[in-house]
Nanobody
Framework: QVQLVESGGGSVQAGGSLRLSCAAS????????MGWFRQAPGKEREFVTG????????DHAESVKGRFTISRDNAKNTVYLQMNSLKPEDTAVYYC???????????????????WGQGTQVTVSS
């Protein structure tokens, strides 16, 4: 079991930055692949970025490449999402998710993740 709690959302103007945190509890966090997803009103939940536990490799959606960075601190059981150069189209509820073993590859489909946080709202105004 892994429990996830996101924080750090808020309102920001276009071009600004935010850092989201996802605090995890549970014995298997260190071996979970972690992902950030987002869901805007009326849209499907979509993959934003993820990080593999075994080698730290990351993957990003094309829409956020060069602007968003995921990182993890296993000593603090925390995953971060640094978001720079924010755009109004980044407005959404952002979710942290965990994919426990077996997890031989970094998944981008929401259904592959077993554990989810409650979400945190990010609003970007123009």
């Amino acid at each position: 079991q892994v429990q996830l709690v996101e924080s750090g959302g808020g309102s920001v103007q276009a071009g600004g930055s935010l850092r989201l945190s996802c605090a995890a509890s549970g014995p298997s966090f260190a071996t979970c692949n972690m992902g950030w997803f987002r869901q805007a009103p009326g849209k499907e939940r979509e993959f934003v970025t993820g990080i593999r536990w075994i080698n730290g490799r990351t993957d990003h959606a094309e829409s956020v490449k060069g602007r968003f960075t995921i990182s993890r601190d296993n000593a603090k059981n925390t995953v971060y999402l640094q978001m720079n150069s924010l755009k109004p189209e980044d407005t959404a509820v952002y979710y942290c998710a965990a994919d426990p073993p077996p997890n031989v590859r970094l998944e981008t489909a929401p259904g592959a993740y077993d554990y989810w946080g409650q979400g945190t709202q990010v609003t970007v105004s123009s």
